[in-house]
């Protein structure tokens, strides 16, 4: 009587309804099984942060050794310096900018303090995998860059290093961006940095969806060493809130980046964010190696218990060095079934993957889970038609999250 009263009084002044769809999602989203590539799983004490009363304090920060133009912000400005400083110690760098509110502004960032207006870039074409805020239609052409493919052999998930070197030649480009979204394998950096070197070019690593598999070391563990910048998201393999990070070693691109942050590519950083990243980074320096080591163990495992389950995957035997694994879509859309309606299957089995054929392991291994067996026999007869929702809701009964503080 009491709960229809109070749900009349809700309707009448508009209030409650958003909030109510919020917890919908929240029991929604703790019912099913994620193993979406771009997502992972924050600790109860990041979430604090990222909801605390930070959450709607301002900040005006042109650099921020000279601390913060509004009041109220002591405990910001030493949340925001300690921040950087994990962020250098996490990823060895001597420099690091955790004010860019995501990935993609991180990429802007970087793209703006490297290059200028008319210059060239490289960057991985979309269809190899390559972000597509790098293509033609985008970034560069917003910011007046021209942007070329890095050639990349697609079987062996390998960029061409003597096409490549054939294609800097010719084009001539200031910056190579390396780094993709559909993101299996590393790349050989050596031979690379060697050729930005004799084509005096800057060399940059998206590293958007590895940056946790970088911190903990599992791959790419030498990006810092030879690329000139690391940036990416924060909230992919790595245990943020959805922002982004650049580090670096030369201090002057670095001068350049801080400049390119407030009023350029956004204003006031948020915080909250920051905050919820100074925490995953505390839990990434505690944790990282083993949590990284476990994704791609997972990674491997699940690409070869789907294999055996049936289920089409790419890339046997290695099938991953990440936290993605990467169905056949080629294959299935050849019998008329398409990645987006596979994910849609899944999805009605509390399954959740993404529409593109990307499988992610990152947040099931922060939750501790690693029989990969049981994952792929769910997936494979879901697929086959099969309901499994009973059997996928006993399966995150036995979940919690991992690799937090006490
Ligand atoms: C996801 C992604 C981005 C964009 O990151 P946001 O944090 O969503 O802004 C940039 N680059 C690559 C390679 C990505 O995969």
Known sequence: MFGAFCTILQEEDGLGKIIDIVRKHNEYRSSVLNLQASENIMSPMAREALSSDLASRYSLVLDPRDGDAYGGSRYADEILHETERLAAEVYGAKFAEVRPIGGHIAAEMVMLSILKKRE?????????????????????????????????????????????????????PSLVVLGQSFFLKHYELKPIRELCDAYNSYLAYDGSHVMGLIAGEAFQADAMKYCDVLYGSTHKSFFGPQGGIILTNNEDIFRRIRKNVTWRTMDNYHPS????????????????????SMVVKNSRDLGKELLDAGVWVRFSPWFSETHQVALDAQRYRNMGLTPAEISRKLEASGIIIDREGRIGTSEISRMGYSNMGAVARLISRSIAGEDVRSEVSELIKGLSIHYTGA
Do not use: C, F, W
């Open 273 to 292: 964010r920051v905050a919820a990243l100074g925490v995953a980074l505390e839990e990434m320096k505690k944790h990282g190696r083993e949590y990284a």
């Open 120 to 172: 060239n870039m490289m960057s991985l074409s979309e269809k190899d995998g390559g972000y597509t805020g790098y293509q033609n239609g985008y970034l560069p052409q917003m910011l007046g860059y021209q942007n070329y493919d890095i050639p990349y052999n697609q079987d062996r998930q390998e960029i061409d290093l003597s096409a490549l070197e054939k294609s800097m030649k010719g084009t001539n």
